[in-house]
């Protein structure tokens, strides 16, 4: 599968998000009412388009998956919206491109998004005649939330983004974000070479206090940080860089220190996240000069109730 282009849709995108809306709801099984998305139009695509956003994703140019992004009204269809809540609409990928991860991308682009647009929540209607289609949406963290006209609406908390201008800001998230973490927890990091994934572990060592320094395990892939006064959780630091498969990094027999470490990997996504259902993804983006876009996205019930807002609101810079 080639690396997917994926940008927030404008309205000049309306005529190709029609033909991938109809041609994704078109390929459903048919449903009783059928679905409103097979209505949807040039001229009401580009009027979402304008109270709203969208997602557009390209495969080798060609477009293969489209969403609309609605803060405008409820998932039932009631203005006004709540505030703070987008809907997630026509979530649509062309028959040819399913089952290849384009969905997950198109989704979690979305949700970014969204996040960076304020948004706290995501929410969408799924009918009762795809029950496949609710177990994939709760697979991807949403919860049922209440019953809608024909399905269910459901809904999860948007990730979480923050402004990290300098390294001793990195450092200070990484410290902040230690105080919600426990021994058990699995945090994941990714980003590109140079992102500041390291960089935040050591803010993160430097919160848990665990014997330092923590650098880059070039030569090992992981490295144990005892607890300095032996009472907190010792933090795991593994680079998964040059693992090539879940089963390579299943080999580096870390199980015996999960329950009482933090385990951080960088590089770990699609390597490390089979480990435990409940898991933090940290993704780092570098935006101008020297600013990162810091993205927490929490997976799975451990973090219900985990205020990851004020860890973040905490962090000088942001
Ligand atoms: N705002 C910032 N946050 C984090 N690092 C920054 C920032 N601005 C500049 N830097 C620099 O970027 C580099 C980040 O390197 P770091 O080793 O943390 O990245 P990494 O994501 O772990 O890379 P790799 O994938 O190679 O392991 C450091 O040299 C750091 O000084
Ligand atoms: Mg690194």
């Given at each position: 599968m080639p690396e997917p282009e994926i940008v927030e849709a404008e309205p000049a995108d309306a005529e190709v998000m029609v033909a991938l809306m109809q041609a994704a709801f078109g390929a459903r099984r048919p449903v009783d009412p059928p679905s409103e998305a097979l209505g949807e139009t040039v001229e009401?695509?580009?009027e979402a388009l304008t109270t709203g956003t969208g997602v557009l994703v390209r495969l080798d140019g060609v477009p293969a998956a489209t969403l609309l992004i609605d803060p405008t009204a409820t998932a039932e269809g009631e203005h006004p919206a709540v505030p703070g809540t987008v809907v997630l609409r026509r979530v649509s990928v062309h028959p040819d491109y399913q089952g290849g991860g384009v969905a997950l991308q198109l989704v979690?682009?979305?949700?970014?998004?969204a996040a960076e647009d304020g948004a706290r929540r995501a929410e969408l209607i799924a009918r009762h005649e795809f029950p496949e289609l609710i177990t994939w949406w709760r697979a991807g963290g949403y919860r049922e939330l209440r019953p809608a006209p024909h399905g269910v609406v459901l809904g999860r908390d948007l990730p979480v983004p923050?402004?990290?201008?300098?390294v001793d800001d990195m450092h200070a998230l990484?410290?902040?974000l230690a105080g919600v973490l426990r021994a058990g927890d699995l945090v994941i990091a990714s980003g590109d070479l140079g992102a500041g994934k390291t960089t935040l572990t050591?803010?993160?060592?430097?919160g848990l206090g665990v014997d330092g320094p923590v650098i880059s395990p070039t030569f090992v892939l992981s490295r144990v940080h005892p607890s300095r006064n032996g009472a907190g959780p010792s933090l795991v630091h593994v680079d998964a860089y040059r693992l090539g498969?879940?089963?390579?990094?299943?080999d580096l027999d870390l199980d015996e220190s999960y329950g009482s470490s933090v385990t951080l990997v960088e590089w770990g996504l699609g390597l490390a996240d089979h480990v435990n259902p409940d898991w933090l993804h940290i993704h780092i983006r570098r935006g101008d000069d020297d600013t990162r876009v810091v993205t927490l996205r929490p997976q799975g019930a451990r973090w219900r109730g985990v205020d990851l807002r004020a860890v973040v609101e905490g962090v000088p810079g942001a």
């Open positions: 009401s695509v580009r979690a682009a979305a949700e970014e998004i923050v402004q990290v201008p300098t990484g410290e902040r050591q803010g993160l060592a430097r498969s879940p089963e390579e990094f299943d």
